[in-house]
């Protein structure tokens, strides 16, 4: 006998069944609703790029999570990979306004709700293909754009009921003075970032050794950088280091000019500085930020701006900045989707015998062109209990009888499944009368 293991999907993905299809795609017409609001317009690029295009934009660490494509054809035999599953949302961007940037409008701000895939160990709300939900602003190097980012990101979580979630916010520009402070050379500088976003993850002593064995960094520097970010008064510990760093002053400036443009939109209380926050892809170069809530280990968005990214791909440099939800954690903040939540139909219509069948077939379809789901009974067994079991296993609101007296009297009758009270109506206004009973009052 088979195992039921073996029709299990590969380890990292899942198969969504109705109800919870039909909860994300409210949740994602929710999240289009919000950044259509603020002017963003679709993007959509290949499930896969080139494998150069995605290689060195990640980091050490996020490069070993691509999922790569191995040659074809001919080439087959060499186990060389020359495609990869896009790794996120905004490579591909960066690579398509370096394509069509003369075609796009300045600053151009998309927006892109997609699959992407990541060779990742799955965890409590990881996978390896999950979708993204993305906006960016590409053209300008204004604050005001990362503001914008911010807040249609706070917008978008608060459309979707998300209960309690903060902003934490940082720039790269007060790391790389903290280890321009600390004389950490810049060849080490990168290496030290990737470790130090492991603080959430590891113990200090760990990120410490870490920063010590892999990274080069003396055994004093490490502790007092690990120090310094993980302390209660960090804030006031970092502004105190980033006082003779040029570097440092100009990513405090950010941070500060952040938080006051958008302070009469987003409450003190759901966004502030917070200098241990690292995030640790090699692209970004200022403003950076996460989104945690209650209940969900990580992050539920991220983002921050990327001056340099495209013109790294061969494109004209242009400055831009962008976020990102993620759904597959904001999903479970929402509640779980009641087991019998979902409705199938709105109306069911019987077949109560063969002599029926023609007609109730022909109901059904002015049912459905008057705007209304409508389901038509499919099955073997005629009898009306069976019918009625049906019907209400798919949710409808309305059951459609039409059996011999029925048929006589050129009528129909409409059962309401919540109450069981039942009304006659003629045959050929059923589809009119079903419209008006399932269109919601405006």
Request: charged share 25%; glycine share 10%.
């Amino acid at each position: 006998m088979a195992s039921l293991k073996q029709f299990d999907p590969a380890s990292g993905t899942r198969d969504f069944l109705a109800a919870e299809f039909e909860k994300r795609e409210r949740a994602f017409a929710t999240i289009r609703t919000v950044f259509s609001r603020y002017g963003f317009q679709p993007l959509q690029t290949p499930a896969f790029e080139r494998l150069d295009v995605l290689t060195g934009k990640y980091g050490d660490e996020g490069d070993k999570l691509i999922f790569k494509i191995l040659r074809r054809g001919e080439h087959e035999a060499t186990g060389e990979a020359d495609l990869a599953l896009r790794y996120d949302l905004t490579v591909p961007l960066a690579r398509a306004a370096a394509a069509y940037g003369s075609q796009l409008p300045s600053p151009y701000k998309r927006y892109a709700i997609a699959p992407v895939w990541r060779a990742d160990r799955p965890g409590k709300g990881r996978f390896r293909e999950f979708v993204q939900c993305d906006l960016d602003i590409v053209g300008s190097s204004s604050p005001l754009s990362d503001a914008e980012i911010v807040l249609a990101l706070h917008d978008a979580l608060a459309a979707l009921g998300v209960p309690e979630f903060r902003f934490l916010v940082n720039s790269r520009q007060v790391l790389f003075g903290l280890l321009e402070a600390y004389g950490v050379p810049d060849d080490l500088g990168s290496g030290a970032l990737i470790t130090l976003d492991k603080l959430d993850k590891l113990s200090p002593a760990a990120v410490v050794s870490e920063l010590v064995s892999s990274r080069g960094l003396a055994p004093e520097t490490a502790q007092g950088l690990v120090d310094d970010l993980t302390a209660e008064d960090a804030v006031e510990r970092v502004r105190g280091e980033l006082k003779a760093s040029e570097t440092g002053q100009v990513g405090l400036a950010e941070v500060d000019q952040l938080l006051e443009l958008t302070k009469g939109a987003i409450p003190s209380e759901r966004i502030g500085f917070t200098p241990n926050l690292v995030r640790g892809l090699d692209y970004y170069t200022g403003i950076i930020f996460e989104v945690v809530a209650p209940g969900m280990p990580g992050s539920i968005a991220s983002g921050g701006r990327y001056d340099s990214l495209i013109g790294r791909l061969g494109g004209k440099e242009s400055p831009a900045c962008g976020g990102s939800l993620g759904i597959e954690r904001i999903l479970p903040l929402l509640g779980q989707t009641e087991e019998n939540s979902y409705a199938q139909v709105d109306v069911a219509v019987t077949v109560m015998g063969e002599e029926q069948a023609a007609e109730s077939f022909r109901l059904a379809s002015e049912i459905r062109r008057a705007g209304v789901r409508t389901g038509i009974y499919l099955g073997a067994s005629g009898k009306f209990a069976k019918q009625m079991k049906w019907a209400a296993d798919q949710g409808a609101r309305f059951c459609v009888i039409y059996g011999v007296a029925e048929r006589e009297a050129g009528m129909v009758t409409l059962r309401d499944m919540d109450s069981g009270e039942q009304v006659q109506v003629p045959f050929d206004r059923t589809a009119a009368e079903l419209s008006r009973r399932c269109t919601p009052s405006s």
